[in-house]
């Protein structure tokens, strides 16, 4: 049989995401019902695989917000020669 008692576990810390500001102009990019459907986020990922099966990598994000994209973004792909469409969708 176990006896148990009442023991006080010391209250923890804990992060968790408060906001996200944008990386090009520094305002907080608005956190609406759809959380993906404000922002932008470019992630870079590079993995490498060892022959033992390990690996490791490394990531670079930035977190864009939908003005910066529109205005500084957009017209940089373009200016690249990528040019996409907006696919529109409902729910
Ligand atoms: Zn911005």
Not at 6 to 28: F, M, R, Y
Not at 57 to 70: A, E, P, S, W
Not at 73 to 81: I, Y
Request: negative net charge; proline residues 4%.
């Amino acid at each position: 049989m176990k006896h148990w008692k009442d023991k006080t576990v010391p209250a923890t810390t804990q992060q968790v995401l408060e906001s996200t500001t944008c990386d090009l102009c520094g305002e907080i990019i608005p956190t609406r019902c759809l959380p993906d459907a404000t922002d932008v986020e470019v992630v870079a990922t590079r993995v490498f695989h060892d022959r033992d099966g390990g690996g490791n990598g490394t990531k670079l994000q930035y977190d864009i917000c939908m003005v910066c994209f529109i205005s500084t973004l957009v017209p940089f792909m373009e200016s690249k020669g990528a040019n996409r469409d907006w696919q529109e969708w409902d729910y």
